[in-house]
């Protein structure tokens, strides 16, 4: 109406001033009005067709005109409103498509994410509400999960894919696109990267997450093709495939290029279970071949159609939980000895510390089952959830291997060791040791061998930490190889063989703990970081502690040599000046002398003739002990190591009535040590040896007749019948004679059973109480057995409590001692012939 008549507004205003510009005016503010109303009605229209339209967020501000770029309306139209204006609304492609490019889909952010919101319906969630338009906000509804499926958009010839997922991180250009029918054993997966320069990877690991050993196809955007390789320790291509030879064969696979992005495609993927796939992924800008920088993984469920958070970081946590609960169960079971240890220290012994079955005590049974089960658990750690048991089982034995061979390293230490912790004696704590590093060899072999297998050698030769690991694994082997020929050829190689070559065995950790670390710089796990500490602190403690003790050995001035020299053999007595040297009863030194051997030996010490000397008692039986006798070394000087050991009798003297001795040969040595402080306790002492050699019965008599005698002692004479011809030699003697008083050598023999069953009747018919007694073998393997066989019928038979400890320097497991030859120690009589009611 204002235009009404052929003139403009303008000009009627102009013309005719007055009440016709009012007129006019009134009706252009009509008009505005008018149309301000139907843009505002349009605007509330656009709101009420989108879900939760009016409660759309962005960084904290109500952002009712989602299509525009200010919270109420403005010049600018963002993709989203471009996207909403070519759909004509809500509908299901706009729903699932992703406006904004921030991982989330159109529907997930408007409270829509199964795309089945219509028009004045309530939305299924109607919180967390984040803006369609802008990559900066995003829903804390997780992504993808449940049974929805992420529309693709994506087409590549007749062929549309599916579902997608946004690859994290968000922002890194990837997308996963996917199609799988129901009941299919197979489906199409194609892999989006933003750019069509550079390359992108998608693969199948053998654990999950891991880039070692994964099976990856690799789009290379500049060479237009796709290729298959198997991935090294350092995510690198080592060895080409073909798609029937992949992890997950494949009919074949293209790299193209959709609207300038590089997408990588596989068609017909066979896969064994669609409801629980586990990928990786990959991406670079530069050419390919390069390192595989990882990007991620993610688990799919096909069957379902969707995406699950990465298994990566599951099934790392719930693998390294494992890991950790196994090497906590393994600490406790090494706090538990050492609180039992301290303890019953000095306590009486009870049935838990004494031998119950094949020889181990129940204390021992619990120990063993403990530890067993600790390396159990560390070894399925990385088998938890792993695609392949197999390369799972491999790194299992690697980390079993590493947590080996860090407590075969604390319990080398000579002293203040694990051992010292634990209160168990330098020899016991080396016997653990040698199991440990058994365990270590086998399962680091099998490591290696089964890593092997699964990567291929060429890929296991390629890899740095690997060339480092192999050296190292044949040193270790080499070091404990003389043990074997210990055992099989005993007369040729002997204890300074192995000695000298156990030395390689550090070398050959040292480089098996580089392969360890250098690992972590490829795969971090926090296992791996774990162990990987434990083995360098091991190693940097044995360092010290063996740097300690060859700057702590002592010079000793050999005083006096004395040979015993008879129809039994060889013994050397060697009488050292050591004033500074402090040695326990029961404790023992290595003795260097590096004019007869390379390394140092043990020998127990016990005092010498004067104040300040030490004297050492040796059978010559070796290479090292025949040297010795033959060296010339009155008035040289040798080279002491220790002392060691943890005598086990001096605590039992606060609970036993007696401590009874049982020796055979040389093996009276360490009661020459201690049964002057026993008896200087107030203790019975009472004493079994068996002896072959007449001039060592000489030795030793001055020394026991202060403290013993016969009734409280018993020495037979088991050596060679002497000749006629040597019936005036010193050698001979009246055996059967009684010197004066002491102790007196007999032939008649009695076995040992019998021994300690008379004498624990003595011993009863003496306190008239509830009697105790510490059993203290030394001696040849036979004795030993006989001692142990006959300590349970013992007590049951007198009401004697016993506690039995042999000490043997063994310093190799019993398996792999040298095969026995003809014993040097005549065998004991069995009770039912050699014991009278004489005896």
Not at 110 to 121: F, N, V
Not at 152 to 165: F, N, T
Not at 493 to 516: E, I, N
Not at 777 to 785: E, R
Request: proline share 5%; net charge neutral; charged share 15%.
């Amino acid at each position: 109406d204002v235009f009404r008549g052929g003139g403009s507004c303008a000009m009627a205003l102009g013309a005719v001033p007055g009440t016709l510009s009012r007129r006019c005016a009134l009706k252009l503010v009509a008009v505005l009005l008018a149309a301000m109303s139907l843009a505002a009605e349009a605007w509330e229209y656009f709101v009420r067709e989108l879900p939760n339209g009016d409660m759309v967020m962005r960084n904290g501000v109500l952002w009712r005109a989602s299509g525009h770029d200010t919270p109420s309306r403005g010049s600018q139209v963002l993709p989203f409103g471009h996207d909403f204006d070519l759909a004509g609304g809500w509908t299901v492609e706009l729903c699932r498509m992703d406006s904004d490019g921030d991982g989330q889909t159109n529907g997930e952010e408007l409270g829509d994410p199964d795309c089945m919101w219509t028009s004045g319906a309530t939305p299924a969630r109607i919180t967390d509400i984040s803006h369609p338009g802008y990559a900066d906000s995003r829903t804390g509804f997780e992504s993808g999960t449940g049974s929805g499926c992420i529309y693709s958009g994506l087409k590549i010839g007749e062929a549309a894919y599916d579902c997608r997922a946004t690859l994290e991180p968000v922002g890194s250009g990837l997308v996963l696109h996917w199609r799988a029918e129901a009941n299919a054993t197979s489906l199409d997966l194609a892999v989006q990267k933003r750019g069509s320069s550079g390359w992108v990877s998608l693969g199948f690991p053998a654990a999950p997450g891991l880039m070692i050993g994964a099976d990856v196809v690799v789009a290379d955007g500049d060479a237009g093709a796709a290729s298959f390789w198997r991935l090294d320790s350092k995510a690198a291509p080592t060895q080409e495939l073909t798609a029937s030879t992949m992890s997950a064969p494949m009919e074949g696979a293209t790299a193209i290029i959709i609207n300038g992005d590089l997408v990588l495609t596989m068609s017909r993927v066979k896969l064994a279970n669609l409801s629980k796939v586990e990928l990786i992924y990959g991406g670079g800008s530069s050419a390919w071949p390069a390192a595989h920088t990882l990007k991620g993984a993610i688990s799919l469920d096909f069957v379902h159609r969707g995406v699950e958070p990465p298994v990566a970081e599951v099934s790392e946590t719930d693998g390294n939980l494992l890991f950790f609960v196994g090497l906590a169960v393994l600490v406790v079971d090494f706090l538990g000895l050492a609180t039992y240890a301290g303890c019953s220290k000095g306590s009486r012994p009870t049935a838990l510390r004494k031998p119950a079955f094949l020889g181990l005590s129940p204390v021992s049974w619990q120990a063993w089952a403990l530890g067993i089960a600790a390396l159990a658990l560390m070894l399925a750690s990385p088998v938890w959830g792993a695609i392949d048991p197999l390369f799972g089982f491999a790194l299992g034995f690697g980390l079993v291997a590493g947590v080996a061979g860090a407590a075969c390293m604390w319990l080398a230490f000579a002293k203040h060791g694990m051992h010292s912790f634990l209160q168990l004696p330098t020899e016991v704590a080396w016997r653990i040791h040698a199991v440990f590093g058994v365990l270590f060899l086998v399962c680091g072999t099998a490591h290696a061998v089964i890593l092997t297998q699964t990567m291929g050698l060429s890929s296991i030769l390629s890899e740095p930490a690997w060339l480092v690991a192999i050296p190292g694994m044949l040193l270790i082997w080499a070091s404990v190889l003389p043990s074997l020929l210990l055992r099989f050829c005993g007369k040729r190689f002997r204890y300074d063989f192995f000695k000298v070559a156990h030395m390689m065995a550090p070398l050959g950790y040292l480089l098996t703990v580089v392969h360890m670390t250098a690992q972590l710089t490829v795969t971090y796990t926090a296992r791996g970081a774990a162990v990987a500490v434990m083995s360098i602190l091991g190693l940097l403690g044995w360092l010290s502690s063996r740097m300690s003790g060859i700057a702590k050995m002592k010079s000793a001035r050999v005083a006096n040599v004395e040979v015993l020299n008879d129809a039994s053999g060889k013994h050397i007595v060697l009488e050292l000046e050591a004033p500074n040297l402090a040695v326990q009863p029961g404790e023992w030194l290595r003795l260097n002398v590096s004019s007869v051997g390379l390394v140092g030996h043990p020998f127990t010490a016990y005092a010498g003739s004067q104040k300040g000397n030490l004297r050492m008692c040796i059978k010559a039986h070796g290479v090292f002990t025949r040297r010795l006798v033959d060296a010339k070394l009155e008035g040289s000087r040798v080279r002491l190591e220790g002392p060691f050991g943890l005598p086990r009798v001096l605590p039992a003297l606060e609970w036993a009535q007696a401590v009874l001795f049982v020796a055979g040969g040389v093996g009276i040595t360490p009661a020459l040590s201690l049964l002057p402080q026993v008896a200087a306790h107030g203790r019975g002492v009472r004493l079994f040896w068996s002896v072959r050699s007449p001039k060592l019965y000489q030795h030793a008599k001055p020394i026991l007749d202060p403290h013993l005698a016969n009734d409280t002692g018993h020495i037979q004479f088991t050596g060679p019948v002497l000749a006629a011809a040597d019936a005036e030699s010193p050698d001979a003697g009246d055996l059967e004679a009684r010197s004066g008083c002491g102790l007196s050598l007999t032939r008649k023999r009695i076995d040992v059973g019998a021994w300690l069953s008379l004498t624990c009747m003595q011993l009863r018919s003496t306190f008239r109480s509830e009697s105790s007694a510490l059993v203290f073998v030394c001696g040849p393997d036979g004795l030993v057995a006989a001692a142990q066989a006959a300590v349970g019928g013992v007590e049951a038979k007198t009401g004697v409590s016993l506690h039995m400890h042999a000490e043997a320097f063994r310093f190799l497991p019993a398996a792999l001692e040298p095969r026995a030859t003809k014993s040097h120690v005549a065998p004991l009589p069995s009770a039912a012939t050699g014991a009278s009611a004489k005896a």
